[in-house]
């Protein structure tokens, strides 16, 4: 979409106290009316100082809904999406992110892009009254920017593989239960560095199929890293979930054996190319986006 000589038009003036930016476009935009009645939903439930809307790559949804919650908020950012779990679950055709803006400056700080591809001025839809956009490009250095976020990726890229290091003697010594479980958790640092990349924050959590569900909105390929509606896929993802739990539980729900431990390292050679062609996909698009404000 060209956004090009767009203008910031006042439009819906919901509230006395607030005042909404239209960037998307004239009334007669395919998703004005969606974006329209989601933003007034949300401000029903949470108190926002500003709020951005971008498309979304998955052609299941409509867009990128992203918060900043307001100082004043009864509901601590990352509390908000337990206190609205019940309008979220209902409209899935948009993704939702909360922040609020120390949690921004922070990771701007730390080389964080997702801010500056999803919060920009042509993004904004709404803004309260008195406040300011959470971010000004021409503020913002780009090479400082990037090599932290080079540091950031690189950190993570190091944890996947020092845990890595010992896949090939429990492989060679057919260890397939310890085989399974260092890939495992290789794969577990690989979906942290990519969803820190993509959805601009990151969830420990242990469990494979939930760090592919959780970057699934964001990048359908990494969203579908082990089809679920392949019997063959699912059926070697419940292995590597049960080589985690035997591992770190001593739950023993399953036997191993050297076909799903040489299929999983083929995913995750494949996984490894994906995310690093994403940090460098993200490193050209940010120098382009400088380039186009002027900034180098």
């Not at 019997?231 to 050297?258: H, N, P, T, Y």
């Amino acid at each position: 979409m060209n956004w090009k000589g767009l203008k910031i038009l006042p439009v819906l003036n919901l509230k006395s106290h607030a005042m909404y930016c239209n960037i998307l476009i004239q009334k007669e935009h395919p998703k004005y009316r969606a974006v329209k009645k989601m933003t007034k939903l949300l401000l029903e439930f949470v108190e926002a100082d500003c709020m951005y809307f971008s498309e979304s790559d998955l052609e299941s949804k409509i867009g990128i809904m992203t918060l900043v919650i307001s100082r004043e908020s009864e509901h601590y950012y990352d509390d908000v999406n337990d206190h609205l779990w019940k309008v979220i679950q209902n409209h899935n055709e948009f993704v939702f992110c909360f922040f609020n803006r120390e949690c921004i400056k922070d990771e701007l700080k730390r080389g964080n892009l997702f801010f500056i591809f999803h919060c920009r001025e042509k993004e904004l839809i709404y803004k309260k009254s008195g406040q300011n956009a959470v971010l000004d490009i021409r503020n913002i250095k780009m090479k400082r920017l990037l090599k932290q976020t080079g540091r950031r990726y690189s950190m993570w890229t190091s944890e996947s593989n020092t845990i890595g290091r010992d896949f090939k003697h429990h492989h060679r010594n057919d260890n397939h239960l310890m085989a399974l479980y260092v890939l495992q958790q290789q794969f577990r640092y690989l979906f942290i560095n990519a969803s820190w990349l993509v959805k601009g924050e990151w969830t420990p959590h242990e469990s494979i199929s939930y760090q592919q569900k959780y970057i699934g909105a964001f990048n359908i390929s990494l969203g579908n890293v082990f089809d679920l509606n392949n019997e063959k896929e699912r059926r070697v993802l419940e292995k590597i979930e049960c080589a985690c739990k035997e591992v770190q539980w001593g739950e023993k729900d399953e036997s191993f054996d050297v076909e799903t431990v040489n299929y999983v390292q083929e995913k995750l050679e494949w996984m490894k190319k994906e995310v690093q062609a994403i940090f460098l996909e993200k490193r050209e698009k940010i120098k382009e986006i400088f380039k186009s404000h002027g900034k180098r």
